[in-house]
């Protein structure tokens, strides 16, 4: 395999990194303690890295094979 090394190539000037959001972390920031949200069980890899990033604690249960609930236990901001 070859590759092209490229010089002077400007780099983007967004600050967003990663892939781009589905709009989990709104879902997490609206949630108030006590509050649970059913989702696909697909985001949970998506919806706990959010937590994390928020500092929230949330515990999940199988609803079914395809669905998960998602309860907010924990909020490092308790104003939201």
């Not at 949200?37 to 500092?55: C, D, E």
Request: aromatic share 6%.
């Amino acid at each position: 395999m070859t590759f092209m090394i490229e010089k002077n190539v400007p780099m983007p000037t967004s600050s967003a990194r990663g892939a781009p959001s589905k709009g989990y972390d709104i879902l997490l920031t609206h949630m108030k303690v006590g509050d649970s949200v059913v989702v696909p069980r697909s985001a949970l890899a998506s919806i706990r890295a959010y937590a994390k990033k928020l500092q929230c604690e949330i515990a999940t249960r199988k609803v079914d094979q395809y669905k998960r609930r998602v309860w907010m236990l924990q909020k490092e901001n308790t104003n939201a």
